[in-house]
């Protein structure tokens, strides 16, 4: 009799340690939130299902471990069943299929019963070993004898005997692949003439070879073999098994008709029960095998965290370009300055230019900042095939080195808003511009002087005619001689033109000094729609990449974590 020296239940250090099983559980709740969108839906449906199972196993009885004994027509699945119940509970019979429906035997009621109808037991074939022959028999050492050995110690097993696997029945196969899915512990009973059969590696060794911790296998009907061969048999079992990727198999060998290696297999059931380690094992196997499915999608390397400095600066300068910020702010300088001549200007320089044709008045520079306004108010300020230009290649940078999936979602994120970018970039303009009825003080002072010296040369020239009238033609009666001494005009005459010099000068000195300050406004208008160009960009484009570096880097941490890292 041969049976391999590995543990069923054994401490899953290779497979993540169980304590930490509501982490993983979480961290792939996460991965399904941070993966929509973004990961293969199947394998987000598939992690769900998990999700979903999971939770109702962990809120069922953790003090039964449900045992599905599975495998192919003529394998002895309800001989052995029936020898380690101690009772015929399970049909047996030449003609197939014979278990069209799972039979279960309870050991321990208490909280079996939520358990059975979640695993959607028919009530029909449940049974349960609380009976006189659940007493433990002694032999005359003392110690346990016969098929009672132990039979205690089975307390808290849930014992399945399931349908055909390879059944003509399609009823009957899927039966046996619901409880295959659910079942704590896998135990695979083969025997000598079918062990390998192509259809159970293929279609249930190989998916659940990361399964080998809760996984036993069992080559029943040794009976039929010579005692020198079931040792070849075993070990060319173990080589199949081991070459399908099933690590360090478990194997018992068994004869349900003779009663051989059936206390073995029960001792193996016994030593399950007592952990009490299978059900979070399992759960942690099916996490094991789904979260390796998410490593193609979790970034290798460091993960940036947002946008680097230089394609940032060239988004920013794309954008203002595409929003026209040089020609406006070129606009509001030449305004600027215009509207200062306007103000401060020489007031008798203006009188004469509004005798002639003068093609600025048409200008309406008072109502230029209101046009303005209202030409960013729309993709006017900025086309959208610009803005589209210009956010060619920002996430090239951060994105290159990610998985294809993770590429097309930062790209994008940094398209998410391109629609919306020329209506903000144009806002941005609207705001920034500044109000034409705010005149600087100095401004006011300088009319005012203007306006001073305009009224020294008029009186001064008033003065003059009444020289001209009472001094030179002797007009009237004799006056004052301020007004009659033509002697005076002269000086009177300075009067006159001096206010005239100094009005002329102070409009030329201030017409350059208005100049430099249009730069300067200009500048500082120039800036100010920069800074808030660069405002929307963040806000629309970069803010949104940088989240989703964000997800990259917690959807490879929490990877990290659901496999157990």
């Known amino acids: 009799m041969t049976m391999a020296t590995s543990q069923v239940g054994r401490p899953a250090t290779a497979h993540g340690a169980a304590p930490g099983l509501p982490s993983r559980l979480a961290a792939l709740e996460s991965l399904v939130e941070l993966g929509r969108g973004r990961v293969d839906a199947e394998l987000l449906d598939d992690t769900g299902v998990l999700l979903d199972r999971a939770g109702q196993r962990l809120m069922l009885s953790g003090d039964h471990s449900v045992v599905a004994l599975a495998g192919g027509t003529g394998s002895g699945k309800s001989s ?8 015929e509970l399970s049909p047996v019979a030449v003609r197939r299929p014979t278990t069209s429906a799972a039979h ?18 028919d009530k029909r074939y449940r049974y349960a ?10 032999g005359p050492d003392g110690g346990l004898a016969g098929a009672g050995r132990g039979e205690n110690s089975l307390q808290g097993l849930v014992l399945l005997d399931l349908p055909d696997h390879d059944s003509i029945q399609t009823d009957n196969r899927e039966e046996a692949d619901r409880f295959v899915a659910v079942a704590d512990l896998l135990v695979w009973v083969l025997d000598p003439q079918k062990y390998a ?22 080559l029943n009907q040794v009976d039929v073999l010579r005692p020198e061969e079931i040792d070849d048999c075993v070990a060319d079992l173990r080589r199949l098994l081991e070459a399908e990727g099933l690590h360090d198999p478990h194997i018992v060998t068994t004869s349900a008709v003779t009663g051989a290696g059936v206390d073995d297999f029960r001792q193996v059931l016994v030593d399950t029960v007592a952990a009490r380690r299978v059900r979070s094992e399992r759960l942690s196997a099916d996490v094991d095998k789904l979260a390796a499915r998410f490593t193609d999608y979790c970034a290798m390397g460091t993960v940036p965290a947002m946008v680097d400095e230089r394609r940032a600066a060239s988004l920013f300068g794309a954008l203002t370009e595409a929003a026209g910020v040089p020609a406006v702010a070129e606009a509001m300088e030449s305004a600027y300055e215009l509207r200062a001549v306007d103000y401060m200007g020489w007031p008798i320089s203006r009188a004469v230019a509004r005798l002639r044709r003068d093609p600025l008045r048409k200008m309406r520079l008072t109502a230029l900042r209101d046009e ?7 993709p006017i300020g900025a086309q ?27 790209r994008r994120a940094a398209r998410e808003h391109a629609e919306e970018l020329p209506d903000a970039l144009g806002q941005a303009l609207k705001d920034s511009l500044p109000a034409f009825n705010q005149v600087p003080r100095w401004w006011w002072l300088v009319k005012t002087w203007q306006y001073f010296l305009v009224f020294l040369s008029l009186l001064g ?12 033609f002797d007009l009237g009666s004799e006056p004052t001689p301020l007004i009659s001494d033509p002697g005076l005009l002269p000086y009177v005459a300075l009067v006159v033109l001096c206010p005239l010099g100094i009005g002329y000068l102070t409009a030329s000195m201030c017409r350059n000094v208005a100049a430099l300050s249009a730069a300067k406004h200009g500048e500082r208008v120039e800036q100010h729609m920069r800074d808030r160009i660069v405002v929307a960009a963040r806000q629309m484009v970069l803010d949104p990449v940088a989240e989703e570096l964000s997800a990259v880097a917690l959807f490879r941490a929490e990877a990290d974590t659901a496999r157990g890292l």
């Open 80 to 87: 052995l069943f029936n020898a380690v119940c101690g009772l």
């Open 104 to 121: 279960a035997c309870v050991w321990g009621l208490e909280g079996a019963g939520p358990l059975l109808d979640w695993l959607n037991v």
């Open 129 to 138: 070993r609380a009976s006189a022959l659940d007493r433990v028999a002694t």
């Open 197 to 218: 059969d192509a259809a159970l590696h293929r279609n249930y060794i190989v998916p659940y070879a990361q399964h080998a911790a809760v996984t036993l296998i069992v």
């Open 372 to 378: 303005l306004r209202g030409a960013f108010t729309g």
């Open 384 to 410: 959208q095939g610009d803005v589209d230009n210009a956010l060619q290649g920002v996430t090239d940078g951060v994105a290159a080195d990610l998985p294809e999936a993770w590429q097309r979602s930062v």
């Open 461 to 472: 020239l008033g003065w003059t005619l009444l020289l001209v009238v009472y001094g030179v």
